[in-house]
C-alpha cells in the first residue's frame, strides 16, 4: 500500500473519532476522543497543505485540553441525599438507568431494602449516582456504586471515600460484579483480597 493511500486512511480515522466523539456520554470521554480525532486530522492537513483545516483541528485540539483541564480542576460539590428504600424518586431513577446499571455491574442486585443506607449522589442538586452501603462494624460494603453517564470522571467515587471517613468509616469494600469496575476501583486505590473482595483503607 501506498504511503498516499495510509495518508488517506488516517484522514477517515481522524474524521470518524471526531463523529464518533459526539455519541459519547460521558464529557471526559467525548473531549479526549475529540482530541484524538483532531489532532490526526491536524497532521494530515499539515502533509496535504490544507493549512485552513490544520488551523481549525489545531483550535479544537487546544479547546478540548483546556475544558479537560477545567473538568480536572473544578470543583464538585457533591452530598448524598438518604432515602427510604421505597422513595419514589429513588425507583424512579433505578427504574430509568435499569439497563445501564446492568451493564455496568452484570447480575447486580439492585434491591434497595438490603441496604443500611441508601440514596442519591447530588452534584449541586443534579442527581450525579445512586449508592447502597451495608455497614459492617467500621467498614462499608458497597452494594452499588452506581455513578450517571457525564459524571464518570471518578471524582465522585472519591467524595463517597472522603464522606465515609468522615462518617467514621475505616474501610471500604466491594464484593459484586467488578468486570467492568476494574479500571474504576485501581483508580481509587482499591486493593483486591484473595477471596476477591476490594477493600479501600480510609
Known amino acids: 500500500m501506498d504511503p498516499r493511500t495510509w495518508l488517506e486512511i488516517a484522514g477517515y480515522i481522524g ?10 456520554t460521558s464529557v471526559v470521554k467525548l473531549r479526549l476522543v475529540n482530541m484524538a480525532g483532531s489532532f490526526i486530522s491536524f497532521i494530515y492537513a499539515l502533509i496535504i497543505g490544507s493549512y485552513p483545516l ?12 483546556y475544558f479537560l483541564w477545567k ?3 473544578t470543583r464538585k460539590d457533591y452530598r448524598i441525599l438518604e432515602t427510604a428504600a421505597d422513595d419514589p424518586v ?6 430509568e438507568y435499569a439497563a445501564d446499571i446492568g451493564a455496568c455491574f452484570p447480575g447486580i442486585d ?7 443506607v441508601r440514596g442519591l449522589i447530588l452534584c449541586e442538586d443534579t442527581p450525579a449516582g445512586i ?15 452506581y455513578s450517571m453517564p457525564r459524571f464518570r470522571d471518578f471524582s465522585l467515587g472519591a467524595f463517597l471515600a472522603d464522606e465515609l471517613k468522615a462518617r467514621g468509616f475505616t474501610e471500604l469494600r466491594y464484593g459484586g460484579p ?18 476477591g473482595t476490594w477493600i479501600k483503607k480510609l
Not at 490544520?54 to 485540553?65: E, H
Not at 429513588?90 to 427504574?95: A, M
Not at 439492585?110 to 441496604?115: E, G, L, Q, S, W
Open 110 to 116: 439492585t434491591d434497595p431494602a438490603a441496604a443500611d
Open 90 to 95: 429513588l425507583v424512579h431513577f433505578l427504574t
Open 178 to 195: 467488578d468486570q467492568n469496575h476494574r479500571k474504576y476501583l485501581e483508580k481509587l486505590r482499591f486493593v483486591r483480597d484473595p477471596s
Open 71 to 73: 473538568i480536572r480542576h
Open 131 to 145: 449508592v447502597f452501603l451495608k455497614t459492617e462494624g467500621t467498614a462499608a460494603r458497597l452494594l452499588l456504586d
Open 54 to 65: 490544520a488551523l481549525m483541528n489545531c483550535a479544537l485540539v487546544l479547546i478540548n485540553l
Open 15 to 24: 474524521s470518524a473519532l471526531v463523529l464518533l466523539s459526539f455519541l459519547m
